[in-house]
């Protein structure tokens, strides 16, 4: 489960005040209280299990930011009252990981060159000089006019998708 899930836990983590040993620790917590509710409830999970874990962690490390300046460093997880309350948390991420999963299908219904050049320009941060010189158009002009048309066909890739649903 760490292999897998604890990368996007500790990123999350990491980039809201964090340390690599505090998501440690908050992810530990988020196993616990998987554990727990497995163990000792009618439990049945709605969600992929990265999800789940990613939001009780989510949780447990703002309640934790809340409590910095407060009390303790630490989370007491016996206080599963408002750390299970993560119905919210789990529905926001798996419409963003639905999101996603539409955008990259959108992507691949794209085809060349047009998803290397909007990956190269959005993802990788190639000037739009580099994409001139990649792709071997006249001027970053066209390169500009080019990548606006991709996007174009992109947005209404991606639209019929999500209408589709």
Excluded at 42 to 55: H, V
Aim: proline content about 1%; hydrophobic content about 35%.
């Amino acid at each position: 489960m760490y292999k897998l899930f604890f990368p996007s836990v500790a990123y999350m983590i990491t980039n809201n005040s964090g340390t690599q040993e505090e998501a440690r620790d908050i992810f530990q917590e988020a196993v616990m209280v998987l554990y727990d509710k497995i163990t000792h409830q009618n439990f049945e999970l709605n969600c992929k299990l990265n999800t789940f874990l990613y939001a009780v962690s989510r949780r447990l490390w703002l309640k934790q930011l809340s409590r910095r300046g407060h009390t303790s460093n630490t989370t007491d997880i016996s206080d599963f009252e408002d750390i299970l309350k993560v119905e919210d948390d789990i529905q926001q991420h798996q419409e963003l990981e639905n999101k996603f999963e539409q955008m990259e299908e959108a992507m691949n219904q794209l085809g060349e060159p047009c998803k290397t050049l909007l990956q190269d320009f959005y993802i990788c941060n190639l000037s739009m000089q580099d994409i001139t010189e990649k792709f071997g158009y006249t001027n970053s002009d066209n390169a500009k006019t080019q990548k606006y048309k991709c996007l174009q066909r992109l947005k209404k890739i991606f639209f019929t998708l999500k209408t589709k649903e």
